[in-house]
Structures are given as C-alpha cells and as structure tokens.
C-alpha cells in the first residue's frame, strides 16, 4: 500500500507574470486549440500538478504550452541515448511507485534546474510505507524538455553531478537522497529510461 501525502510548494511557485494567457498566440504554432484548448483553460491557475501535465499530454497538445513557452534552440543530441524524445504520462511513475513497498512522502514543483531547456517538472520523495518521519527517502527529480537536444544536454550536464540520471521520453530524471536509490533506478529500467553517464 502506498501513503501519499501532497504537500504544497508555495515558496517557489510562478511569479504572476510566467502565467500568462491561458491561450496561445494564433501565430506561435505552439498555441493551444480545440480539445487541447478546453483543457487548458482549466489549468490557468498557479497549482500546476502532475494531472494536469497528464490532462495536456493526453490532450496531444503541442510542446511546449502556455505558460512554459521557453527557447527550443540549442543543446546537443546524444543518439547514444536510447530513449525516444515522446510525451509519457507522470501516471506511469505513479504506477510504478505503486508496484514497490514504498510511500510517497511529497510531491513538489521544481522551480529551477540547473541546466538549460527546463519547461516543468515534479519532485518525488519516496520512503518506507506509511513515510515515518526522520527516515531517509529517495527524492525522484523528473523534469521536462523542450527538445530532446536540450534533454539530451542537460542529462549530461546533471550527470556530471555523480547522481543517477535518467533520460525518458521528455523527462530527465535524477535520483538523489539518503534512502536506497538502486530499487527505484530498476524499476526507471524496467520502463524503458536510458542511464546517463557524465
């Protein structure tokens, strides 16, 4: 059984300003339509979380959306790397994290990453059933790219840091923390996430 307890990260949510419009520009060939558009007019607000990243992803929007419009120019392919650049849904952690003894202590927004091509991303820390507190926990990094050669470049760029990294589909994945990493690193595996090396 997996405990989940979301905690709000408020410290470093969006300034109003990197909000915006919930609706594209009709000459950004990024802008929102049709489905995409109904269901992004529900997500104009600050709470940005997983499901409504899921909502958009299953939606086919196109990538990057309002208000994560960011430059799509530079970085480096690394064709080493077998894992696709594709939309995958953060459900299928979820599901993964449910298939393992683990509790699910917090889930948080990732403000910044260190490397350029950044859209959004989450923070999950996983720890024993039932997440007792002061016990060590395994905090899962997932964050998404505006093109797989700013994903590309920006996995070698964290890799660098001697954490496990992973690339999968849009995400780079890091894995830090005192808990036991190598549990969550194989199942990344099993879904089909390639390792980085630095």
């Known amino acids: 059984m997996i405990i989940v307890a979301l905690v709000a990260d408020d410290s470093d949510g969006p300034e109003s300003e990197e909000v915006g419009s919930p609706m594209g520009d009709a000459s950004d060939d990024r802008a929102v339509s049709g489905e995409c558009e109904n269901v992004h007019a529900a997500h104009a607000v600050a709470m940005w979380s997983a499901v409504m990243a899921d909502e958009m992803t299953s939606a086919e929007c196109p990538w990057p959306y309002e208000p994560f419009l960011t430059s799509m120019d530079g970085g480096k392919e690394d064709a080493s790397l077998a894992a696709p650049f594709e939309a ?16 699910v202590c917090q889930v948080a927004r990732i403000a910044d990453w260190p490397a350029p091509g950044f859209v959004f991303g989450f923070t999950y820390a996983v720890g024993p059933p039932g997440c007792p507190a002061d016990t060590a926990v395994v905090v899962m990094s997932v964050a998404e790219h505006a093109t797989r050669a700013l994903r590309d470049a920006s996995a070698h ?40 090396t630095a």
């Open 157 to 196: 760029d964290v890799a660098s840091s001697a954490d496990p990294t992973f690339v999968l589909g849009r995400w780079v994945i890091t894995l830090t923390g005192s808990g036991d990493i190598q549990p969550i690193a194989e199942e990344l595996r099993s879904l089909g996430a390639a390792e980085v």
């Open 88 to 103: 995958r849904c953060y459900d299928d952690l979820w599901q993964m994290l449910s298939t393992m003894s683990v509790g």
